[in-house]
């Protein structure tokens, strides 16, 4: 019996491992997503900017 808990409990410590390995991985992924998003919206700001001041040149 006891050899079959501590069966369950490698297996299930195995899933959480493995579990990790993929949210560590996911979380690389969205961090890349991320400061993607954050560089294409310092863009877009910079073009409004960019638009308003020649606005206010007219």
Do not use: P, T, W, Y
């Not at 409990?9 to 996911?26: C, F, M, P, Q, T």
């Not at 992924?29 to 409004?48: C, M, P, T, Y």
């Amino acid at each position: 019996m006891d050899k079959e808990l501590f069966a369950a409990l490698e297996g299930r410590i195995e899933a959480l491992i493995e579990k990790h390995a993929s949210l560590k991985h996911e979380n690389e992924i969205l961090r890349e997503e991320n400061s993607r998003l954050v560089r294409e919206r310092d863009g877009i700001k910079e073009r409004i900017d960019r638009i308003l001041n020649k606005l206010e040149g007219i």
